[in-house]
């Protein structure tokens, strides 16, 4: 089973719609991550949590929200997406005692009409 | 925020050749990650260094912190190595991810 998971996988949306990707993971790490991809460009931080009670903003944060409802789950939350919302979007996890090494989820691609 | 250019932005090669993938930083770092992303889209790590060399079969990565350049090397190619990869020097709590060399290795 993998370590770092997401659902759902696919996701197609209207604009204005509310949206939530979830993000669970068996790896025991603190540190959790969203990031998202779009074609060009790296991947970008929108927010990231390195324990239950921290939730910090990343560069993109805006238009997103996230919940880490327990160590094993981290989501994100598209309040009322929007068509430059369309992107992969993925989960990362990270051990502060190896560096941070990121390990990702297999991703969402998300597709706000 | 760190700016990161990686070169080339494509690479084809024969199979058996010896690849190199550079990576330059603006700004100082703790450590850098070295990622592979397969063509279907997921991403998994290869090195995490902080100084030096590390090498993982074929793979070899490099990192020289004072001139902000790190090298991925594969060594013997080959057409399943083909996948685009990334480098994201880590600056305070954060990631910054270059676009991605994008690698062909031809049989």
Same mark, same amino acid.
């Given at each position: 089973d993998a370590d770092v998971t997401q659902t759902p996988r696919n996701r197609i949306t209207k604009t204005g719609k509310r949206i939530m990707l979830e993000c669970s993971q068996t790896k025991g790490h603190d540190r959790m991550y969203w990031y998202r991809q779009d074609p060009g460009l790296g991947l970008r931080l929108i927010y990231y949590s390195f324990d239950v009670k921290d939730i910090n903003k990343g560069e993109i944060s805006d238009g997103y929200s996230v919940s880490? &409802? @327990? &160590? @094993?789950k981290f989501s994100l939350s598209l309040e009322s997406a929007i068509p430059n919302q369309t992107a992969l979007y993925f989960c990362a996890t990270s051990d502060r005692l190896a560096l941070d090494e990121q390990f990702f989820g297999p991703g969402t691609r998300l597709t706000v009409l | 925020k760190n700016e990161v250019e990686q070169s080339p932005q494509n690479l084809t090669a024969q199979e058996g050749e010896f690849i190199t993938i550079n990576c330059s930083y603006s700004v100082g770092i703790s450590a850098l990650h070295w990622l592979q992303q397969h063509p279907g889209g997921g991403i998994v790590s290869l090195f995490m260094l902080s100084s030096g060399k590390k090498k993982h079969g074929r793979l070899i990565a490099t990192i020289n912190i004072q001139e902000k350049h790190s090298s991925l090397h594969i060594t013997a190619s080959h057409p399943r190595d083909s996948a685009v990869y990334i480098c994201a020097p880590l600056t305070g709590n954060q990631f910054y991810f270059g676009t991605g060399t994008s690698l062909t290795v031809i049989p």
């Open positions: 880490r &409802q @327990a &160590q @094993a | -």
